[in-house]
């Protein structure tokens, strides 16, 4: 089965000892994650966790505070 374009399935990893994980390079590439990226890490007790570059979601927060502003100061 192909996967809908854009979404991506990068297999399994194991949490550590110390509740670490490692991102598979594919995914890393993808999201150009690097070294010393700071990530976000979001989470849904009924959907699960989600991460996000923080920048990604500082992209978006200042949208958001944008349109606040034009609308209804």
């Given amino acids: 089965m ?6 991506h399935i990068f297999g399994t990893v194991k949490v550590g ?9 594919e995914a890393r590439e ?10 976000l890490v979001l989470g849904d007790k009924k959907k699960g966790i989600a991460i996000v570059k923080s920048d ?11 349109g606040l502003g034009e609308d209804g100061e």
């Fill in 2 to 7: 192909s996967m809908p374009k854009g979404k």
């Fill in 17 to 25: 000892e110390r509740g670490q994980i490692v991102i598979p390079k």
């Fill in 30 to 39: 993808i999201f150009d994650i690097k070294s010393g990226d700071t990530l």
């Fill in 56 to 66: 990604v979601m500082k992209d978006i927060a200042l949208k958001i505070l944008k």
